[in-house]
């Protein structure tokens, strides 16, 4: 019988916060663009569990609530709980409870280098354009499928073989 593929999607979603709360780290492959420029779409992020009251504005948190996943960055906290907002969007979150936040994204894996998860200096002029342009993120996102050299599996079907795994050999889950 086959399963409808929201209800497969929405158990991945659901595996992922269970391997993150009970192992204390997980990797999942990013599909939207809400956190350009400083996380792709494609990217892989590592997220660890951490102590949400120990974290602080500016880092990129990972968070579970009503069955959807969210990595969006931490700007502030309030007595209503954690709030959270996409770099190229122009609302925040509606408030995290502690018990929603899964972890930190401690690493970013982009085209087979490591890219540090703090936002760079020019993220902040890129935010700005994002923000207030959706034609700007198309074009960068379009360029960058342009630009972006052929993905292992693309360069493994091109040969006939194999797709290599990325990562040393560690799965990641695709969302």
Known sequence: MAVPSDLREAVKRTLVADVA???????????????????????????SRCN???LSPG?????????????HRLTGK????????????????RPFREDEIL??????HRDGRQVDPSPAWWHGAGRFLLRRSQLSARVLL???RRLSPPTLAAK????GGAPATPLSGKRAVNL
């Open 78 to 93: 309030s007595v209503d709980g954690y709030i959270t907002r996409g770099d190229s969007l122009c609302h925040y979150d």
């Open 142 to 144: 379009g360029l960058k």
């Open 21 to 47: 709360r009970s192992f204390g780290q997980v990797r999942l492959k990013v599909t939207g663009s809400s956190m350009l420029p400083a996380v792709w779409p494609g990217d892989i992020v590592t997220v």
């Open 52 to 54: 949400p009251s120990e």
């Open 103 to 108: 972890g930190e994204v401690v690493s970013i």
């Open 156 to 159: 493994a079907a091109a040969e």
């Open 59 to 71: 880092q990129i948190v990972l968070c579970f609530r009503d069955g959807e996943l969210v990595a």
